[in-house]
């Protein structure tokens, strides 16, 4: 069993958690190792499994009976064994999965993610326009933090001056200190904070997804025909509030960073917006906001000719598997023009992220109207920040000089 206190071929010993800042910091090459000498990695100190290989993570995300998610998905989560409350889908299997994701999805649709690019493009310009002739530009501060905030608060019906509240409550309950795992307990995810929300939603209905949550009828895992209770509502609420604001918020923070790295292909984006698209997928794959996702081994498995038993956590590390050397080509480098091959940024299998559609309308968005403004820019790497957080991998401030 390859763990934390044996030595790789090379005589040094391989060591990954996702608490260490310093690993956080710069992963790929300890990644390649993983793959190379430890597909399956045992961490004895955390006491987790890992897979690294595009072929093993994408089998695992696959695999909800062998690998759940119905303790969570976040490694602190699964070993905190908290109740997962009614209504958190992401943290549930089929049958109850099945039944609430359904709800979700009939309100959480592509076509409705695209009707808002309208309003996408109007709030960026809102946020970008005052930057133009300043020479500086902080893809977090100025963007980062705003638009996913205020595309989710014009989706939820949430009332626009309440909005930085909203996103700072999310962000600070999966911010660890750091080399420290997220504190949890059996309050953490439970809707806190929205029940002014859903009550003033009751006596006031709109047009917005909330008010769809709470007028919706759906059946159950049980069979029965109702409607969701205030409770799950609440539920769903949050997890579509903090889904939507942490990852897209990473999003925006690589296309600053990894476009400064590429200058020659940023200008030829900024010349055929055409590219745009491609160049979404590639930051995706390149730098995916969220590093691994965790799971629950309900069974024994083997993986690489050991077992893993069943009651371990396994790590599916998605940012080393989308740099799988047997998936992709020169797989370390950005390539706008890369042949479409489909990387794990957003999951696979039934808990593959609902809100990709929404991601990507937003990531192109941004990018388009940052290039109208901004064709040139170079981040300013010492005053940038990455975000203590064990469950994503980004940046709390990315500051940049605009030519």
Excluded at 217 to 240: H, P
Excluded at 284 to 290: A, E, K, M, N
Excluded at 371 to 383: A, H, I
């Amino acid at each position: 069993m390859s763990n934390n206190s044996e030595a790789g071929p090379g005589g040094k010993a391989i060591y990954w958690d996702s608490f260490n800042p310093e690993i956080s910091a710069n992963p790929y090459s300890l990644y390649k190792r993983l793959r190379d000498e430890a597909p399956l990695y045992y961490n004895k100190e955390h006491d987790f499994y890992a897979v690294s290989r595009f072929a093993d993570v994408e089998r695992c995300l696959a695999d909800h009976q062998s690998f759940s998610s119905a303790r969570g998905d976040i490694f602190e989560i699964i070993k905190a064994n908290i109740d997962v409350p009614p209504g958190m889908f992401i943290w549930e299997d089929p049958p109850e999965h099945t039944a609430y994701r359904a709800v979700v999805s009939r309100v959480f649709t592509p076509r409705r993610m695209n009707d808002l690019a309208g309003k996408i493009r109007a709030y960026c310009a809102s946020c970008l326009d005052p930057l133009v002739g300043t020479g500086r530009i902080d893809f977090i501060a100025d963007l980062g933090a705003k638009l996913p905030g205020g595309v989710i608060g014009m989706l939820l019906g949430i009332p626009e001056q309440d909005r930085d509240i909203v996103r700072e409550r999310v962000e600070a309950s999966l911010r660890t200190e750091a080399g420290q795992p997220m504190s949890v307990d059996q309050t953490s995810f439970q809707g806190e904070g929205f029940e002014e929300y859903i009550d003033w939603r009751v006596k006031n209905p709109s047009s917005d997804l909330m008010t769809e949550l709470l007028g919706v009828e759906f059946q159950d895992a049980t069979g029965t025909r109702r409607k969701l209770t205030r409770e799950e509502v609440l539920i769903c609420v949050n997890v579509i509030a903090g889904a939507g604001n942490e990852t897209t918020n990473r999003l925006i923070g690589w296309i600053g960073r990894v476009l400064s790295d590429y200058p020659e292909q940023r200008r030829e984006i900024a010349a055929n917006s055409a590219l745009i698209p491609a160049a979404i997928e590639e930051i995706l794959r390149l730098d995916p906001p969220s590093n691994q996702v965790a799971r629950y081994v309900t069974r024994d498995v083997e993986i690489h000719g050991q077992t893993v038993a069943a009651g371990s956590v396994l790590q599916c590390l998605i940012a080393a598997a989308n740099r799988d050397e047997r998936r992709y080509t020169d797989p370390d480098r950005f390539d706008v023009h890369r042949e479409a091959t489909p990387h794990l940024a957003f999951g696979r299998g039934i808990h593959a992220c609902l809100g990709s559609a929404l991601a990507r309308v937003e990531g192109r968005i941004a990018l388009e109207e940052i290039l109208k403004r901004f064709p040139d820019w170079t981040v300013d790497l010492e005053n940038a920040r990455m975000s203590p957080s064990s469950s994503t991998r980004g940046w709390d401030a990315v500051p940049a000089f605009t030519h």
